[in-house]
């Protein structure tokens, strides 16, 4: 078995693994330990080359940039227990429950707010799925249009910095992280307006599946729901700002600034009176798994790319 057919069946094999439900990380590292027998049977590859992997593999736990990693996803996990996404869904589900629609738009909206704040797909999906479904489907959405619009909002947080796949990519590319950043705002909010623009064409076309709010609900003086705006939204705007904001003046590294988030995150909860023993518990355990994740998939990675 020669060189040029053994890349091919191995990059095969990796698919194969992953679509049959294993996880990506193993996946990756397992097929490339076989092929490396297979090759090594075959005389193309020599056992010498697996020396390399260590090495390999200190040098990404090593990596300075990729501690921003757990510290993005503790903001994420610590806005989210803080019920953050809920009470953003209610008030901007309010504001724009008067028309069809207002609330996939209003979806749209804290999911991308949720994937600036958290830049965790995972927690956003988890989020925006557990609070907007049911209230989605209680005032009349259609369950096609409710998951669609649910799903499409929680994958934001691929996108719109500080995602936690553009800190990862940044690192494997060898480019600046907060270059990366800049690049993917403009595409990301754009996404989301796509989305929205999309979800108010829907219940333009089909008033049933997206109606408007009921009339007892949106009974609420437009100056208090203004400022109950303001406040829900400032906390969240500011922290994001801070944390984008000191990468992109060149104030903070990507690794500084998660933990300024972090710290952030923690007086927002405190702030609300919802910082607790038992959020925290779970916020660092959340962190602790989401972490090893991503370095399971670098790992994994790091040696199928060596093969």
């Known amino acids: 078995m020669g060189a040029d057919l053994l890349a091919p069946l191995m990059f095969a094999g990796a698919l194969l693994l992953i679509f049959s439900g294993y996880p990506v990380a193993f996946a990756l590292g397992g097929t490339a330990l076989l092929f490396a027998a297979i090759g090594e049977q075959a005389g193309v590859l020599s056992w010498g080359l697996l020396q390399a992997l260590p090495s390999r593999i200190f040098g990404v736990m090593s990596n300075f940039i990729l501690l921003a990693v757990p510290f993005f996803i503790f903001m994420g996990t610590m806005l989210e227990k803080s019920r ?17 629609g207002g609330l996939a738009v209003a979806v749209v909206f804290v999911g991308a707010l949720l994937a ?52 990862v990519l940044a690192d494997q ?14 595409p990301g909010v754009a996404l989301a307006s796509l989305y929205a623009l999309y979800a108010s064409g829907m219940a333009f076309i089909w008033p049933d599946a997206a109606p408007a709010l009921p009339e007892e609900t949106r009974d609420i003086p437009v100056g208090r729901l203004l400022r109950r705006v303001l406040l829900v939204m400032l906390p969240p705007l500011v922290l994001i700002l801070l944390v984008l904001g000191s990468i992109f003046a060149g104030l903070a590294t990507p ?34 798994r989401l972490t090893s994740m991503v370095m399971f998939l670098l790992v994994g990675s790091t040696a199928f790319s060596l093969i």
């Open 173 to 186: 590319l060898g480019i600046s992280v907060g270059d990366l950043f800049i690049g993917a705002l403009v």
């Open 255 to 288: 690794t500084e600034a998660g933990a300024l988030g972090a710290v952030g995150a923690i007086a927002l909860a405190a702030a609300n009176g919802r910082l607790t023993m038992e959020a925290l518990r779970e916020t660092m355990d959340e962190t602790m």
């Open 84 to 100: 953050l996404a809920e009470d953003l869904l209610t008030t901007i589900g309010q504001l724009f429950g008067v028309v069809r």
């Open 116 to 167: 600036a704040a958290t830049g965790v797909v995972g927690a956003s999906v988890v989020a925006m799925g557990l609070i907007s479904m049911p209230v989605m489907l209680r005032y009349g959405y259609s369950e096609e249009l409710s998951s669609g619009v649910i799903t499409a909002a929680g994958t934001l947080g691929q996108i719109i910095p500080p995602s936690i796949v553009l800190i």
